[in-house]
């Protein structure tokens, strides 16, 4: 008999010849445990995302469409993700949908994941978390000549804000007692825009990465308008249905904490011109 250690590609094979067949009733049980166990753990981790619904929104420069092409930092982040848990999926099984319709589906359907997802308390325990892929602050904007001067969050119930439907904007805003009647609801940062810029709201609730590239992309010049009050700062991550196993959330975690280890969150974060709080990634 001559066996032959063989090496390729990071696997280890054994090849075997004039080896008669040896039957299975032979082997001892506890090795068939091990070797049925080795092959349900190697099936998991080899495609762990291959049946989930990915979605997304647009949250420019994190997620957006180029044309007929999904970019942005998140989007570069899941895709190399999907790419080292050995997915079939790519960044084209991607769906960008309105911010509303992929929360309902994340909460309400099995196999989805949605990102980016700002991580508040309120949501911690309705969903499963792999992250942080990012940091946001989320402020209070306005026109500069409109000369809104917040001093604390107890004023807030006298102005009127554009926000987005059943976002952390809305969240955010619950906090300080703000009514919903306060709220104009609309699907994106560039119709919130649309409405201050016509003076229907007073500011307009987002970050100040997103709100300087979808007034850009509007026309508008950022220098003509403020942060008037720093409504929260929070971790962003991706999020899973609540019924997601445990075993792919923490395989998950793992491959991002590689990538991030190996500084591809800071190269990600110079390549989309984002910049993130001290300490981050």
């Known amino acids: 008999m001559i066996v032959h250690n063989q090496r390729e590609k990071g696997a280890i094979a054994f090849v075997v010849f004039n080896q008669p067949e040896i039957s299975t009733d032979k082997i001892p049980s506890v090795v068939m445990v091990f070797l049925m166990a080795l092959a349900v753990s190697t099936t998991v981790q080899a495609s762990p995302l291959n049946k989930f619904q990915l979605m997304t929104e647009h949250w420019a420069p994190y997620q957006y469409e180029d044309g007929k092409e999904l970019k942005g930092y998140a989007v570069d982040i899941v895709a190399e993700l999907l790419k080292r848990t050995g997915s079939s999926q790519t960044k084209k099984d991607i769906q960008l949908l309105p911010w509303a319709r992929a929360y309902r589906e994340l909460e309400t359907t099995e196999n989805t994941l949605l990102f980016s997802v700002t991580r508040t308390p309120e949501r911690e325990n309705k969903f499963k978390w792999v992250g942080p892929i990012f940091y946001n602050t ?35 805003l619950k906090r300080y007692d703000v009514a919903p009647k306060n709220f104009s609801r609309h699907n994106n940062t560039k119709s919130n825009l649309e409405m ?30 403020e942060k008037v009050f720093e409504l929260d700062n929070a971790n962003v991550s991706i999020a899973f249905h609540p019924k997601t196993p445990d075993r792919i959330i923490a395989h998950l ?28 990634p």
């Open 253 to 280: 975690q793992n491959t991002l904490d590689e990538i991030r280890s190996e500084g591809l969150f800071g190269k990600y974060l110079r390549k989309h011109g984002i910049e993130q709080p001290k300490g981050f």
């Open 196 to 225: 201050l810029m016509r003076q229907r709201v007073d500011m307009i609730v987002v970050g100040w990465e997103a709100f300087k590239d979808d007034a850009r992309s509007l026309g508008l010049d950022p220098d003509k308008f």
């Open 138 to 172: 989320t402020y209070l904007i306005a026109l500069k000549d409109s000369h809104i001067k917040i001093e604390d969050g107890h004023s807030l119930k006298n102005y009127r804000f554009g926000t987005i439907r059943n976002d952390v904007s809305e969240l955010y």
